[in-house]
């Protein structure tokens, strides 16, 4: 009964298997996006969660691992008790003699009882391939505990490519053919449904029970696995190809509070509003490559990132364009993406020929000074100043409203902001929270189906935010 | 990333190590396995290893996370002083503890895995680490200043500050009406 627990999860481990090597496939993902963002927009997201995706998979990897693992060892022990019972009048016996001659067509894959199961473990293919993969997976599920990743990421990475072992290893774990079943043609002339019960006379004169045959399934894994490794191949090779390519880093721009834009070129480059890049800096590492939110539009002529590292991004900026009236909240670094979606915006109202359906955005910014954010507090300005020009300053409207207030720090914003309609509409909000020290509450425009883009701060502000209606 | 700390990573191994110790002596002691008295010491000893490595040790740099409700445990380790804290000692320790798993089937799993974090465990003391308590943080906190007062509920009574501001482009906006009639100084 044993084999069926340990059969069970083995089916489940090679669907698994054979899925976990997709969500890290970063290139065909891209590619995916893209081809299907113009069916269904809300399928393209999902993408966006091929991490967690691949991190469930691992964990159902590991669960089935271990029912396979008990299951099996219940059934080595069985087996060798086959073996070492040697009383013929026992059923588990008479089939473990079966094939003791021609050693073929036995059942038992213990063929002898001079043996123990920790020594038939190492003596087979199925358990040496067993140990060695049981053994990677360890490594690498101990190796990538969130301590370990966000504190050692090469012990992570290293270790993590143990997958190679882990798949070699899972392809031949079936090769020796360990699993024995009866053959077609035995089950023709012996129905064991029949002749179990008869077991003593097998194969005597007379009888319809002849002794059965068994012969090793053949391995199956490889026939799902196969597929994935092929175009886990290719995408690393086309990692290795980008990897390759020539990036030009035409300006650096040092914004005050330590905040660093880089302004870079590089030849065939495309972006959508609100995407990400990833980053290496040799002099740091060589192994690590990390994701910065892109806060150039499409239309520039660079491509331009801010230091700061964004979590739980919000991709579907490219919805923007089809929505009359937009509402963009973003809460501390959140606000990174939207630099890249105004600037877009507004060139594409600036630009005649282009069909801009949005009419109004209105921008809710929250965070807790913004010093760290002067940059933007500058694009904001520019917008302003550029939006007065044109006779549409009512096209954006913005609040900001600073959650960690320090009365000495009033006169440095004084200095920091020099004219314009961003200095009033912070003193505005903020003297509301000098009185009241509290976050105020935004109020919510809507106007039929308005989408509201949170950004920032964690999951937590795509739940606050609302839109009453 | 800055340098490795491998006994963060030994501790996690020694951790499932442990467990997997555990789980193979429960399977071999409850199914009456042959040599089921190697898996009943494999449930004592997979359960040792577990108290032992349940607290996470302070890291030299950066900060240190504790596992949930590990201070007991810290304290309990934390008193057998340099034993526990040199890692020359667990490296050994671990060795000698896994070694009786690997006479049975059902605990050889957990001996390869703790014979592993053993050699991550050498690896960190031969880099001089040490296993330091994470106990809870003692200092006193500045005492609040006592210009900090609960914020007034009304603003002040003033002029509202685009009215207060003095601008040099604008100075017909800086002009404000006094409230209260200023008589000149007739002389």
Known sequence: QALSWARAPAACLNFNCMLILLPVCRNLLSILRGTIQCCSRTAARQLDRNITFHKLVAYMIAFHTAVHILAHLFNFEWFMDAQLDRNSSQLPFVLSQIGDGDNASYLNPIRTNNTNPTIVLFTTIAGLTGVAITLALILIITSSMEVIRRSYFEVFWYTHHLFVVFFIGLVFHGFGRIVRGQTAASLKAHNPLKCAARFETWGTNGTDCPEPEFAGNPPMTWKWVVGPMILYVCERLVRLYRYQQKVVITKVVMHPSKTLELRMKRKGFSMEVGQYVFIQCPAVSHLEWHPFTLTSAPEDDHFSTVRGVRRGQNGDAGRLETTQVVVLVGAGIGVTPFASILKSVWYKHTQSNQKLFTKKIYFYWLCPETQAFEWFADLLQSLEGQMTEKGISDFLSYNIYLTRWKENEVCLFVCLFVCGSVLWRLLGTTQNLQAQNVWPKAPWYQSGRVPVWPDGAGEGLGEAVSVPL | ?187
Not at chain 2, 171 to 187: D, H, K, R, S
Request: positive net charge.
């Open chain 2, 1 to 187: 990333m800055g340098k490795i700390e491998w006994a963060m990573w030994a501790n996690e191994q020694a951790l499932a190590a442990g467990l997997i110790l555990l789980t193979g002596g429960i399977v071999g002691v409850a199914g009456s396995f042959r040599g089921w008295q190697y898996a009943a010491y494999a449930i004592a000893a997979g359960t040792f290893v577990c108290l032992l490595e349940y607290p996470r040790g302070k890291r030299n740099k950066g900060t240190s996370v504790e596992r949930t409700g590990q201070y007991c445990f810290t304290v309990c380790v934390k008193s057998f002083g340099p034993v526990t804290r040199n890692y020359y000692v667990r490296a050994l320790l671990h060795a000698a503890i896994c070694v009786p798993g690997g006479f049975m089937l059902a605990t050889v799993l957990g001996c390869v895995c703790l014979g592993i974090a053993s050699l991550i465990y050498l690896g960190a003391a031969i880099r001089g680490e040490q296993w330091e308590p994470i106990l809870p943080r003692t200092d006193t906190r500045k005492e609040v200043a006592n210009s900090i007062k609960q914020p007034p509920q009304n603003p002040p009574p003033r002029p509202p500050a685009e009215m207060r501001r003095k601008r040099a482009e604008d100075l017909e906006g800086a002009a404000y009406v006094n409230p209260i009639n200023v008589i000149a100084n007739e002389e």
